[in-house]
């Protein structure tokens, strides 16, 4: 079975008397293990399908199945269970809470999960240590560059091993080298048999991608 399965989806946003047909019958499926690169300009739909991949929202229609899970049938209180257990988030903005240093914000989603203290703080500095950060684990995200907080914001989202980790525009606030280092950072993680997504508006970033999924006007264009 397919990690990711999407049937028919269809989702439609209502602004006063304007309708957008977000998306339209979008239909794909992801295998555990590929990392997949999901194009598209603005306007194309790719956010509105982050959002359902990530369980952020649900579609009007149609059928999506993640690890075998049916999606559109959960309610708030679990799909925030599933976002929890099976998805890694990775934002443009690195979300990092400000207060907190880089251990603590790594930690803070798994004490969501109810993992006991030391094994929080174990999870948390065994993925800094992946990301070459165990050294900047007592700083605070101001102290960090643009490059160590989208690092820090990956070690967050590995760190209770996640069969998914979903990137949405990964390299989109940092300068070029930066983000080819992060997009390595991915491709290594991918290697080890993690399965990723990335949502991104750059075909030069997408290249990098094992597979592209096209999206134009709320439709799949083609898949390579």
């Known amino acids: 079975m397919p990690l990711i399965q999407m049937n028919n989806i269809c989702k439609t946003y209502h602004a006063g008397d304007n309708t957008v047909e977000a998306l339209q019958n979008v239909s794909f499926s992801v295998e555990s293990g590929e990392f997949v690169a999901i194009v598209g300009s603005s306007g194309s739909g790719k956010s509105t ?35 929890n257990r099976k998805i890694g988030f990775i934002f443009q ?6 207060t907190l240093t880089a251990l603590e914000n790594v930690e803070l989603p798994l004490s969501y999960r109810g993992i006991a203290a030391g094994e929080r703080r174990r999870l948390a500095e065994e993925a800094l240590r992946k990301m070459g950060l165990s050294h900047r684990a007592g700083h605070r995200p101001a102290q960090l560059s643009g490059g160590q ?9 590995i760190a209770a091993s996640p069969p998914l980790i979903l990137a949405d525009e990964p390299t989109g ?11 390595q950072t991915l491709l290594s993680l991918n290697r080890e048999g993690r399965t990723v997504i990335l949502i991104t508006h750059d075909p030069a970033v997408a290249a990098m991608a094992g597979r592209i999924i096209r999206i134009q006007d709320g439709k799949l264009r083609n898949s390579a």
């Open 49 to 83: 399908l982050m959002n359902l991949l990530g369980c952020l929202d649900l579609p009007d229609s149609g059928e999506y199945l993640l690890d075998g899970i049916p999606i559109c049938s959960q309610d708030e209180g679990c799909l925030s269970r599933i976002r």
């Open 93 to 98: 903005g690195f979300h990092l809470i400000p």
């Open 149 to 157: 907080q989208q690092r820090v914001a990956i070690a967050r989202a």
């Open 173 to 183: 606030n940092l300068d070029s080298a930066t983000g080819s280092e992060v997009m």
